[in-house]
């Protein structure tokens, strides 16, 4: 029985992520595919994972890519490692995705060219986690695709 509702559930996830094709972005898609949701602290870890790859020259899924977040345990922040990975295709199977407990309420992001050993970090601002604490609905992420960068993150 339950190899059958295995089964069940793996039919269905194209009907569901489907549905989801009018929101605009693909990229919500993705974020939805590895998250399970589009809110907004993944979708803002979508956009910062795009950003990082296009600084460091690096395309969708490059083995030369790894993303290391930090973080404390905060289903929220933590979340951001999801769009992260759906925007970099790093993941734990290829060892360049990790998740680093950070103390306090310290939240980052590093992505790294292992090529060429060039990194930028990435912080939430100040107004975004303002603005979408205790938030994740799916209406907020899909306004963050749109969004100016700066309102979101920030590059160093």
Known sequence: ?????RLLGLALAPVFLSAHDDEGDPGLNRVLAISGSSGPFAV???????AAMKQLGLGRASADCE???HCPADLALSSVVDGLQAA?????????LSLVDAPGNESYSI????KTNRQVRLTLT???L???RGLESAAAGA???AAPESDIFRVR
Do not use: E
């Open 1 to 5: 029985m339950a190899t059958r509702r």
């Open 44 to 50: 803002a870890g979508y956009r910062m994972g795009q």
């Open 67 to 69: 993303v290391i977040h």
């Open 88 to 96: 970099t295709g790093a993941s734990l199977g290829k060892r360049n």
């Open 111 to 114: 992505v790294r060219n292992r």
């Open 126 to 128: 100040a107004g975004f």
């Open 130 to 132: 303002k603005a979408h």
């Open 143 to 145: 306004r963050l695709i």
